[in-house]
């Protein structure tokens, strides 16, 4: 009498698991290799707006007010008259703007206030009781504070959408820091007499870049997401100018009559927003080293 043993099994389980992890890395690749496409798509489409809008986003036309699909105006018009194709792709200029420049803004003031946090514990305590109590205000709040408190234009916008991030990306670093300063090479510069400026530069922040990078992407998209809810709240930017937020803000009066005022200005935030956590998401698996071993 046989019976079968585990061995000839075993093989079958491996392969089968195997060949599941490569069909996912496919598909993950596939959907970075989208998400790459349309955000490089909406940048295109930002830088070339001038060349792409087919009339003044903020001309007024009373007499063209509400119009539907038609050659002349590709999505149709606002209730003010202004071509709406036009001012969906303005409206990718100061979204993708406000993002990047969000994420930049946090990154000066957040890596060095990050890096001195964790190194010197004298002034530690101090800045992270500043940071927990920024944490502790909802961030839409701060911003509506801010804005409220000064004029409302592009750089004030993104200065109260950065001031409620910084304490994110000053945990992060503070915390790679920590872990670094204890590690040989670290120890070994300071017992050489390292100047404190260098061992920060050279030897502390090349370590926090991964985490940094994976960080600001999702930054970029917070940004972009608040300042839309921002404009359609009213505290953002002037309606003159064209914002997806503006336009789904404009729209809302009219969406039963005209679902598409604020279709579009949504389809395209949304797509924008997602396809830059799924870049955010790649690049963490490929920076991450544990899931290097993983997919090894």
Not at 14 to 24: K, T
Not at 42 to 66: E, G, K, N, W, Y
Request: proline share 5%.
């Amino acid at each position: 009498m046989t019976t079968s043993t585990p061995s000839s099994a075993q093989p079958q389980r491996l392969s089968l698991l195997h060949a599941l992890s490569r069909l996912f890395r496919l598909r993950a690749r596939t959907t970075t290799l989208i998400a790459a496409f349309l955000l490089l798509m909406l940048v295109v489409m930002a830088l070339m707006a001038p060349f792409i809008a087919t009339h003044d986003p903020t001309a007024l036309s009373p007499a063209s007010r509400l119009q539907g699909m038609s050659a002349e105006h590709w999505l149709g018009t606002d209730a003010y008259g202004r071509d709406l194709f036009s001012r969906v792709v303005y409206g990718a200029r100061v979204s993708l703007s406000v993002g990047l420049g969000v994420a930049v803004l946090t990154v000066l003031i957040g890596l060095p206030l990050g890096l001195l946090t964790g190194y010197f514990r004298a002034i530690d305590a101090v800045v992270m009781r500043v940071m927990d109590g920024l944490m502790a205000i909802p961030a839409i709040l701060a911003a509506i504070a801010i804005v409220a408190l000064t004029s409302a234009n592009l750089w004030t916008l993104m200065i109260a959408i950065t001031v409620p991030e910084i304490p994110q990306i000053v945990r992060l670093i503070r915390s790679q820091v920590l872990a670094t300063r204890e590690e040989a090479f670290v120890e070994a510069a300071v017992l050489m007499s390292t100047p404190t400026h260098k061992i920060l530069w050279r030897h502390l922040m090349p370590n926090t870049f991964a985490p940094l990078i994976v960080q600001c992407t999702y930054v970029c998209a917070a940004a972009i997401l608040t300042e839309a809810t921002l404009s359609f709240l009213g505290v953002g930017l002037s309606s003159e100018i064209p914002t997806w937020g503006n336009i789904m803000a404009e729209g809302r009066t009219y969406f039963q009559l005209k679902p598409a005022l604020i279709f579009w200005a949504g389809l395209l935030l949304s797509l924008c927003i997602l396809s830059i956590n799924l870049l955010g998401d790649a690049a963490r698996d490929a920076l991450d080293p544990t899931m290097k071993r993983k997919d090894g």
